[in-house]
């Protein structure tokens, strides 16, 4: 639970080839078009603006969000439908991220992205989640490249089983997605913190590219006297309360 936003900013959309907002819109109108050339003309060209309340560059799936929006925003304006198939193929053609985004709330993810399966909100009152986002950004292309390479776990990835970090952190995923079918609580989600914060296989690959990482992370769990775990790719760092 976020309080207040707490960053803003308002961004000109570039006509570049790579510009996931305007991707999406080209995208989600490539399909809606196929349905038949009757729709055409209730498929106009649209304009946009991205307003972002998250920092750029800091794992917590700004991009991908971005881009599920746009998909959600040119359908409403043109009252147009895709099958959810569809709409989950338009997401994944634009990155792995994005399908879940258009879950609208907790979901395991499997396969490259493209399976999303909706999960049960946290039942109560939700954690509050503490983010603390450091000053210097991570490409997130050079993190999966270090996680490509093979990078070699850091002294802060501490694996719970023998088989090693990849195993750990899909048995913490799918235990954690059979507590929420389940009925998960907030206090039982904040219980299950140390094991979530150890599961993230690209945290020693962001460790590899901003080295810094590491201390930065110690530091902040030994003055908060809490599980840390590391969002995505980093470097956004989070803690788990029970409530604000």
Known sequence: ??????????????????????????????????????????????????????????????????????????????????????????????????????????ALVTGGGEFVE???????????????????????????????AGTLPLRSVRPTSPEGSATTTLAVSDNLAAAMRSGLAAPELVELAPDLARANDLLAAAQSVAPWLEGFGTALEDLLGRPVGQSGSGPTLWALYRSI
């Open 118 to 148: 909706p999960l049960p909100l946290i039942q109560g009152e939700p954690p509050a989640v503490l983010l603390v986002t450091p000053g210097a950004a991570i490409s997130t292309t050079a993190v999966f490249a270090a996680f490509d």
């Open 1 to 106: 639970t976020v309080s207040k936003s707490y960053f803003r900013l308002v961004l000109p959309l570039a006509a570049t080839p790579d510009n996931l907002v305007l991707r999406a819109m080209a995208e989600t109108r490539a399909a809606v078009l196929e349905k038949g050339p009757g729709v055409a003309s209730r498929a106009p060209i649209l304009a946009a603006r991205l307003s972002k309340r998250i920092p750029v560059a800091a794992g917590l799936g700004g991009g991908s969000s971005d881009a599920a929006a746009a998909i959600d925003a040119a359908l409403a304006l043109w009252d147009a439908t895709l099958t959810s198939e569809e709409a989950t193929a338009v997401a994944a053609s634009l990155g792995s991220d994005v399908p879940f985004f258009l879950a609208h709330g907790p």
